[in-house]
């Protein structure tokens, strides 16, 4: 079994090339599955930077070690990252009177490079801002008298507002989730932890794994069964309903037709992930040619119709497809 991997969805936007709404949307379907992992990069990032230096100065200080928030009760049902975030302010807030400007920088730093494909360019002037801030107010010295209302006056909470809105991009996710759950979006950019070849092996084995799973009805060919009698052919009526949504596929479209019937005849009624099911399990068309007949657009390998075709079996081992 592979080791469970997590990758932060900055990278994952940057990978798939993801609208913040397709980000949220994403957001809200790991949270359902229970597979975001919203404290992760932070508790890592406290532990690397900013614990040694926090604890050290509980002795002579009155603050008290704040630790990293839960989303708020009220929001259980959905996540919402940019609530989380002025949550995570003002966790910053308690914590920077504590760690020092050098520590809090080096690990906020870090943050937003392991969260971001090029975290350096991510907010960059707004924490360049912030570091002077602290910078100046750390060692009791007044800021440049030029910068003072524009950057200085409002103080740490407004310039921290920032980290908010990049809120999202720090969450950390199962990949293999991320990967199931877009497996209809193109890899727009290889990035780390999602490459190609990641993608394509991870899809290779939950499509496999998908298959597998299916009810024995699904992948049955009803070979006692000839095309005149299928009008009168009805599913055992005792065999235990599935949890899924039924899809109820007429023997006349596909029984005895030619895999490019078979297509013509599905594609105005039915999803092509219930017609890659018919053609690869009931017509028994292999499963590249089954990617040709569906693909939009010819690939130059076979290989990525057989992608394809994996991506469509994942999409239907959440139905069940059943023959009329």
């Not at 359902?32 to 404290?39: M, S």
């Amino acid at each position: 079994m592979p080791e469970n991997v997590h990758i932060p969805l900055g990278k994952v936007q940057a990978a798939y090339d993801l609208t913040d709404e397709e980000l949220y949307d994403l957001i809200q379907k790991l949270w359902e599955r229970k597979q975001l992992f919203y404290k992760e990069l932070w508790a890592e990032t406290y532990e690397k930077y900013w614990h040694f230096a926090a604890t050290g100065s509980l002795s002579y200080t009155q603050e008290k070690l704040p630790e990293l928030p839960d989303p708020d009760s009220r929001h259980q049902s959905n996540f919402y990252p940019i609530f989380y975030g002025t949550q995570i302010v003002r966790y910053l807030a308690q914590l920077i009177k504590l760690a020092s400007y050098k520590p809090f920088r080096m690990g906020l730093d870090y943050l937003f490079d392991t969260a971001f494909e090029d975290g350096h360019k991510v907010a960059a002037e707004e924490r360049d801002i912030l570091y002077k801030y602290f910078e100046f107010t750390e060692f009791d010295r007044k800021p440049p008298r030029k910068d003072y209302y524009r950057h200085f006056k409002a103080g740490h909470p407004y310039l921290i507002s920032f980290i908010s809105r990049s809120m999202a991009g720090t969450l950390m996710a199962d990949r293999d989730a991320v990967i199931e759950i877009l497996c209809d979006y193109p890899l727009k950019r290889e990035v780390k932890g999602l490459t190609r070849r990641v993608v394509d092996s991870t899809l290779d084995r939950l499509a496999a794994s998908a298959v597998k799973s299916l009810p024995e009805i699904q992948t049955e060919t009803p070979t006692e069964i000839s095309a005149e009698d299928c009008s009168v052919y009805q599913p055992d009526s005792t065999s235990s309903e599935p949890s899924a949504e039924v899809i109820v596929v007429p023997s006349a479209l596909w029984m005895g037709k030619s895999p490019t019937s078979v297509r013509d005849a599905m594609k105005d009624d039915f999803d092509e992930c219930v017609t890659a099911h018919v053609l690869l399990n009931w017509c028994k068309v292999g499963k590249t040619q089954v990617g040709r007949l569906l693909s939009p657009k010819e690939f130059g390998d076979d290989k990525s119709y057989r992608n394809h075709v994996d991506k469509l079996l994942l999409r239907a081992a959440r139905l069940s497809i059943r023959q009329e």
